[in-house]
Every structure is written in structure tokens, then in C-alpha cells.
T-cell receptor
């Protein structure tokens, strides 16, 4: 069984640019969540996708957007990058349903904005 | 809205000594509680969770945590730590029934456990 994978591992961009991060969910998982983890902080929820639809969003501006594909992989897009966007971006996949379903995290993409 | 406070940003301890990492939460409804571990350059791994039932929860790698509803706490403990336990530990809370049933945790800022030989 393949775990959650993310690409790229590291990325360096300059302020104002756009970036796309990718996530492949664990086999059989159709729910994907994205988190931003700034240095020295805990992960903060960005949004969640279930069956290609956004299914919850945290306190992030619209320049953070996402997609989920029919194979349940997902992308996080960030436009007009700012210095404060520098962080580790984590993707987590899970099964849907009421109550608790464990999220399995990928290793993350480290984004540096110069 | 839910929130999590991890009272210690860094906890240094010697190998084979006991350790406790403290976590308090705030919520107006019932919650699920979690501890995650993050090793350098890796994602999060679930250590243990409290969903319901017994307030003493046992997890992987010899860790355990106790849910105390009256004190709104969920402290993590291990009786004897190893060098390999050096990592960042995150407490998280999720309100039951929120977000249409989707589980979306709120994380604390993390506690860095540093185990010295």
C-alpha cells in the first residue's frame, strides 16, 4: 500500500510568483486536506477536498486555491506569493464519513519565498 | 471555536528519564484529542488519540496520555525516553460533529522534546 506522497520536496520562488504543489493520496482515500506549517508553529488547516469538491476551508485568502482530480490526487495553488507564505506545506489523506477518520500525512513540500 | 495550548516550547530530558508534555485545550463542545510526532524533515505521525471511553490512552512507542475533562487537559507521558524520541510533538483537538462531520484538527504550536545521552 502506497502512502501519501508530495512533490516537489523543496521549492524556491520569488515574491509575486505563483506555485503549484502536488499530493497523491493513500490508496483508497478520497479525502485530501492541506495544511501550512510555518517555522516553529503547528500546522494550520488550509482546505479539504472530497470527491473533487472543496469540503471546508480555513482562514486563508482566495489566492490559496486547490483542485482534486478523479484519481483523488490534489494540487495546492498559491498566487501572488508573499514572504510569509514560506512554510512546510503538508497534505493528508483520509477516508470520508461521519466521526473520526485518521488522516495520513505526507512528508511535505518546503516552500521558500525570497 | 477550539484552541490548543502546549505549555512548553522545549523539554530537555536525559535518556531513560520519564517525561510529560503538557497540553490544554478549549472548546464549548465535546472533542476528539490527539498527539502527533514529527521527526526532522518528515510529516506528522499519529502517536495516540482519545475518541471516547477510557481516559487513559496508550499509543505507539510506549507513549500514553490521560484525558482530564475537568481540567481540559491531555498530557502526554512516557516512563523512560530514548534518544530516538527526540522530535517535535503536537497536540491537536477536533470538535465532534463540526464541519459536517469532517475531521479537521486544530494543532498546538508544538513541543520540542530533546533527549540527551
Amino acid at each position: 500500500e502506497t502512502g501519501v506522497t508530495q512533490s516537489p520536496t523543496h521549492l524556491i520562488k520569488t515574491r509575486g510568483q505563483q506555485v503549484t504543489l502536488r499530493c497523491s493520496s493513500q490508496s483508497g482515500h478520497n479525502t485530501v486536506s492541506w495544511y501550512q506549517q510555518a517555522l516553529g508553529q503547528g500546522p494550520q488547516f488550509i482546505f479539504q477536498y472530497y470527491r473533487e469538491e472543496e469540503n471546508g476551508r480555513g482562514n486563508f485568502p482566495p489566492r490559496f486555491s486547490g483542485l482534486q482530480f478523479p484519481n483523488y490526487s490534489s494540487e495546492l495553488n498559491v498566487n501572488a506569493l508573499e514572504l510569509d507564505d514560506s512554510a512546510l506545506y503538508l497534505c493528508a489523506s483520509s477516508l470520508p464519513g461521519l466521526g473520526y477518520n485518521e488522516q495520513f500525512f505526507g512528508p511535505g513540500t518546503r516552500l521558500t519565498v525570497l | 471555536a477550539q484552541s490548543v495550548t502546549q505549555l512548553d516550547s522545549q523539554v530537555p530530558v536525559f535518556e531513560e528519564a520519564p517525561v510529560e508534555l503538557r497540553c490544554n485545550y478549549s472548546s464549548s463542545v465535546s472533542v476528539y484529542l490527539f498527539w502527533y510526532v514529527q521527526y526532522p524533515n518528515q510529516g506528522l505521525q499519529l502517536l495516540l488519540k482519545y475518541l471516547s471511553g477510557s481516559t487513559l490512552v496508550k499509543g505507539i512507542n510506549g507513549f500514553e496520555a490521560e484525558f482530564n475533562k475537568s481540567q481540559t487537559s491531555f498530557h502526554l507521558r512516557k516512563p523512560s525516553v530514548h534518544i530516538s524520541d527526540t522530535a517535535e510533538y503536537f497536540c491537536a483537538v477536533s470538535e465532534i460533529g463540526a464541519s459536517g462531520g469532517s475531521y479537521i484538527p486544530t494543532f498546538g504550536r508544538g513541543t520540542s522534546l530533546i533527549v540527551h545521552p
